[in-house]
């Protein structure tokens, strides 16, 4: 599974794409907590939203190996019914 | 557009950068976005305004990379039968644009650089 850093995100974690190999399906949300926000120092990512193959989801989506997951930073106009909480 | 004889309006919107915001001065601005995810959003975006209004088209333009004040960022131009659709069409777009297309803006100030 590729994962795409945009803006903020991007500088936190100093990286831009990634590459995870998912051993069995698991949840943007379960992804997250136990991929991601370790990696933060911290920050939290309350707000962003995610997109799958250039699709916003929420975090109950289940992932898979082929996917594109994009974590978005909140856009300029406000609170998305997708975003992370 | 102007020349189709069914247009009797075309409204307007153009974003700059401000020189100042939130009482900071505003030396650059750098946009970036998640494409093609942004141009797929901007054209679902274009469509759903067409129809929600009964306009007759919709053209946006966003620029991307490093702007200063008071370079254009956006551009979009509606037009319609009648004025009211070409106002109410224009105002729609760019207030969903901003909640629906995946484009970040950094500000760079004399105090250093925001994500906004």
Redesign the interface.
């Known amino acids: 599974m590729k994962i ?1 850093y ?3 995100i991007r500088e936190w974690l100093k990286c831009g794409e990634e590459e995870f190999h998912l051993g069995s399906a698991t949840t943007i949300s379960d992804f997250v907590k136990k991929r991601i926000e370790p990696r933060l120092n911290g920050r939290k990512i309350d707000g962003f ?1 995610f ?1 799958v193959n ?1 699709n916003l989801v929420d975090g109950n989506h289940l992932l898979n190996n082929e996917d594109v997951l ?1 974590i ?2 909140p ?4 609170a ?1 019914q997708f975003a992370f909480r | 557009m102007g020349k189709r004889s069914d247009a009797g309006g075309i409204a307007t919107f153009m974003g700059l950068v401000r020189a100042f915001s939130g009482g900071r001065k505003i030396e650059a601005m750098e946009l ?1 976005h ?1 494409s ?2 942004a141009e ?1 959003q901007l054209e679902k975006l274009r469509e759903k305004t067409i129809k929600k209004f009964g306009i007759i088209n919709l053209t946006i333009v966003h620029r991307v990379g490093l702007l200063r004040p008071p370079d254009k960022i956006v551009g979009i131009v509606a037009v319609a039968e009648h004025r009211s659709e070409a106002f109410a069409a224009c105002r729609f777009a760019i ?12 500000e760079f100030t004399p105090a250093g650089e925001t ?2």
Not at chain 1, 75 to 78: A, I, N, R, W, Y
């Open positions: 795409l945009f803006a903020i939203l997109a250039e994009a978005l930073p856009l300029s106009g406000g998305s | 970036t998640y093609p995810m797929k207030d969903e644009l901003k909640k629906s297309v995946p484009i970040w803006k950094k994500w906004v």
